[in-house]
């Protein structure tokens, strides 16, 4: 099926590798030659052995071991620190027209070579970039632009955060997103459009007071689905976030002075429709104990092992207990 095979270039992405074949051979797409799990198993980088072998009866060195291989885990968001969408220098790829494998990583946040920030979007026209052939020339893959993708300098602060800092920056940037987080999602790996963007946003939250002032507003705030309840209920998207943090950052000291702080709390009405846990969080976060949970959920005390992350709505031991509380 493809005629033509030029060599894969050593520090070249599979994805990219595979665009390139599509290009030399008169494709427009790896689509064109490749079904869509597959292409979609590369480019999200969960391919099998299975998958593998057959890829590598069409490219042979697709067989390679070099791929983007597991890392030890970094953050309790995701497993794999490589992203599903193309992030590239757009100087490094107009003078050599391939992407890195390296740049899929999360740890690397700029070009070696050029000191600017890896791309994932267009600066133009806003839009996230695709795995499409386009990229080899560095022009933004949303067709009714078409720009070159432009990079910009990357602040010192930024560029200087290690694999273990970025991953508490992206955590971070979640509760920014929604403050009422109560359960962390987990994902393969980090899928977030606007990837520097999210960074930086996760990185003044950890680092800036400010951020943190409206963030602990926005719980305290009587609009929060959580208002009625006692503060470690009402504040526990915060703690969810310390006690996941790999690093120590200003926000750590914020806390410790919170929790020295009695917080004004209303207790008009202290009833709660939901409010969803880990197994995990309720009995190490949130003091509730074993029992209490069996009570509520008796199927669980069957259970030989109950996993960390089963999540269970905590909202009935919550009811009763702030009752028989506010009943002493
Ligand atoms: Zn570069
Ligand atoms: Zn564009």
Same mark, same amino acid.
Not at 252 to 281: A, G
């Given at each position: 099926?493809?005629?033509? +095979?030029?060599?894969?270039?050593?520090?070249?992405?599979?994805?990219?590798?595979?665009?390139?074949?599509? @290009?030399?051979?008169?494709?427009?797409?790896? !689509?064109?030659?490749?079904?869509?799990?597959?292409?979609?198993?590369?480019?999200?980088?969960?391919?099998? *052995?299975?998958?593998?072998? !057959?890829?590598?009866?069409?490219?042979?060195?697709? +067989?390679?071991?070099?791929?983007?291989?597991?890392?030890?885990?970094?953050?309790?968001?995701?497993?794999?620190?490589?992203?599903? +969408?193309?992030?590239?220098?757009?100087?490094?790829?107009?003078?050599?027209?391939?992407?890195?494998?390296?740049?899929? &990583? #999360?740890?690397?946040?700029?070009?070696?070579?050029?000191?600017?920030?890896?791309?994932?979007?267009?600066?133009?026209?806003?839009? =996230?970039?695709?795995?499409?052939?386009?990229?080899?020339?560095?022009?933004?893959?949303?067709?009714?632009?078409?720009?070159?993708?432009?990079?910009?300098? #990357?602040?010192?602060?930024?560029?200087?955060?290690?694999?273990?800092?970025?991953?508490?920056?992206?955590?971070?940037?979640?509760?920014? =997103?929604?403050?009422?987080?109560?359960?962390?999602?987990?994902?393969?790996?980090?899928?977030?459009?606007?990837?520097?963007?999210?960074?930086?946003?996760? $990185?003044? $939250? !950890?680092?800036?007071?400010?951020?943190?002032? =409206?963030?602990?507003?926005?719980?305290?705030?009587?609009?929060?689905?959580?208002?009625?309840?006692?503060?470690?209920?009402?504040?526990?998207? @915060?703690?969810?976030?310390?006690?996941?943090?790999?690093?120590?950052?200003?926000? &750590? &000291?914020?806390?410790?002075?919170?929790? =020295?702080?009695?917080?004004?709390?209303?207790?008009?009405?202290?009833?709660?429709?939901?409010?969803?846990?880990?197994?995990?969080?309720? *009995?190490? !976060?949130?003091?509730?104990?074993?029992?209490?949970? $069996?009570?509520?959920?008796?199927?669980?005390?069957?259970?030989?092992?109950?996993?960390?992350?089963?999540?269970?709505?905590?909202?009935?031991?919550? &009811?009763?207990?702030?009752?028989?509380?506010?009943? +002493?």
């Amino acid at each position: 099926m493809l005629s033509v +095979m030029p060599k894969r270039i050593a520090d070249e992405s599979l994805a990219s590798y595979l665009l390139r074949l599509s @290009l030399r051979n008169g494709f427009t797409s790896p !689509l064109e030659w490749l079904d869509k799990p597959m292409w979609s198993a590369v480019t999200k980088n969960t391919i099998s *052995i299975k998958q593998r072998q !057959l890829l590598s009866e069409l490219v042979p060195c697709a +067989m390679s071991t070099s791929d983007l291989s597991l890392a030890p885990k970094h953050s309790i968001l995701f497993l794999d620190c490589h992203t599903d +969408m193309p992030r590239i220098c757009p100087y490094c790829v107009k003078g050599k027209g391939y992407l890195k494998e390296k740049w899929r &990583n #999360i740890g690397n946040l700029s070009c070696e070579l050029h000191g600017c920030v890896l791309c994932d979007s267009c600066q133009e026209c806003g839009e =996230q970039l695709i795995w499409s052939p386009l990229l080899l020339q560095g022009t933004c893959t949303n067709e009714l632009c078409l720009c070159p993708i432009k990079s910009y300098p #990357i602040s010192s602060q930024i560029n200087e955060l290690f694999i273990d800092e970025i991953c508490d920056c992206l955590l971070a940037s979640l509760f920014i =997103q929604n403050p009422y987080t109560t359960v962390l999602p987990i994902y393969h790996h980090p899928s977030v459009s606007d990837f520097n963007s999210t960074l930086e946003q996760g $990185f003044n $939250f !950890l680092s800036g007071k400010e951020v943190y002032d =409206q963030f602990i507003e926005r719980l305290g705030d009587a609009i929060s689905p959580f208002s009625q309840l006692p503060e470690k209920f009402q504040f526990f998207p @915060l703690t969810l976030l310390i006690r996941h943090l790999n690093a120590a950052w200003p926000i &750590n &000291n914020c806390y410790v002075s919170f929790l =020295q702080t009695p917080q004004v709390s209303s207790s008009s009405n202290r009833h709660i429709e939901s409010f969803i846990v880990t197994f995990d969080s309720a *009995i190490k !976060l949130l003091g509730i104990t074993k029992k209490q949970i $069996f009570h509520t959920f008796p199927e669980l005390s069957a259970k030989k092992v109950i996993p960390q992350n089963q999540q269970i709505d905590i909202a009935a031991i919550i &009811n009763r207990t702030t009752i028989s509380v506010a009943d +002493m």
